[in-house]
């Protein structure tokens, strides 16, 4: 297996991401270590919030939220997952694993923001994320989850085979394509190169192509036991919890309403489904959900 790494000159000029470089190398198992870039944006010594994308983008995605909320008082840091964004590649799809990427992310979070933070999560951001939540709930101010879930197995819905069929053997897997048609309002061409900017070739899709193939949402998969012990913590967690889903998204319809349902901390909350929204709702509404995230930190008492 090869550890792929990005080409800085795909990046030089992306629009609105005037964001500085952060990098922690990262010990992937068997033997192989890759760097794992993220952004670290405003006060070190500001309440941080953490933002976790899913699949297939990256820490561009969050461009058009951070600006607010480093004015609203936060550190903002956003990772980039192993086999996305800048951060390093593993060129072979059958070493992504679930529980790899919440090892891995979990040893960016340990050295890079080891106190309590508030979280945005979407889409796999969610299903690393809450999975966090539920496993070290004290590590957590408050959540703001948007179209996800963390599933424990079921029948998956036939929009989602269809995606996780497409990933898997589409020829054509052409990234920023699939950013732009999940989304309601349209990139503009620099942003959808943006997108296509991380996956040059074939094998720097390897982890974009492992990733649908890896939600637990049939019985029997790898994750389930896990995903079922976190669901304890994460039913339990009191703190603010609130979800902010899109309208158009056809992948999380009415998961929103589950969250909100079986989490203790989601109880009285503004809860919302988002109109002229879709699945990547940060491009959608970015507005919304900066203010979102900013409104659950002050009710939490974890922002001023």
Not at 64 to 77: E, H, N, Q, S
Not at 269 to 292: S, V, Y
Request: with cysteine; proline share 10%; glycine share 8%.
């Amino acid at each position: 297996m090869e550890i792929l790494t990005a080409d800085p000159a795909r990046f030089a000029e992306l629009p609105d991401y005037p964001f500085a470089e952060n990098w922690l190398e990262i010990d992937l198992g068997e033997g192989h270590r890759a760097r794992m870039h993220y952004l670290d944006e405003g006060p070190k010594d500001a309440p941080p919030v953490l933002l976790f994308h899913g699949e297939p983008s990256w820490s561009f995605l969050y461009r058009k939220m951070i600006p607010p909320l480093i004015d609203a008082g936060f550190r903002v840091i956003a990772p980039d997952l192993i086999g996305f964004g800048k951060s390093d590649k593993p060129d072979d799809i059958a070493f992504y694993t679930y529980d790899r990427h919440i090892s891995w992310l979990r040893q960016w979070r340990d050295a890079v923001c080891p106190a309590p933070a508030a979280l945005f999560c979407q889409d796999w951001g969610g299903l690393l994320g809450l999975r966090m939540v539920g496993e070290e709930p004290d590590r957590f101010a408050c959540v703001v989850a948007s179209n996800t879930f963390l599933p424990t197995g079921g029948t998956p819905s036939p929009t989602f085979i269809a995606w996780r069929e497409f990933a898997k053997s589409s020829p054509d897997f052409l990234i920023g394509a699939l950013i732009d048609r999940a989304t309601v309002t349209p990139r503009s061409e620099a942003e959808i190169a943006a997108y296509d900017a991380p996956f040059p070739d074939e094998p720097s899709k390897a982890g974009a192509r492992a990733f649908p193939a890896l939600v637990p949402v049939e019985d029997g998969m790898d994750g389930i036991e896990q995903n079922q012990r976190a669901w304890v913590g994460l039913a339990a967690f009191e703190r603010p919890f609130l979800t902010l889903f899109g309208a158009d998204d056809p992948v999380t319809g009415g998961l929103g309403e589950t969250l909100a349902e079986r989490i203790k901390g989601a109880g009285d909350m503004p809860h919302e489904i988002l109109p002229t929204c879709g699945h990547f709702c940060q491009e959608d509404r970015p507005a919304e959900l900066a203010q979102g995230v900013i409104d659950t930190a002050k009710r939490a008492g974890f922002l001023a």
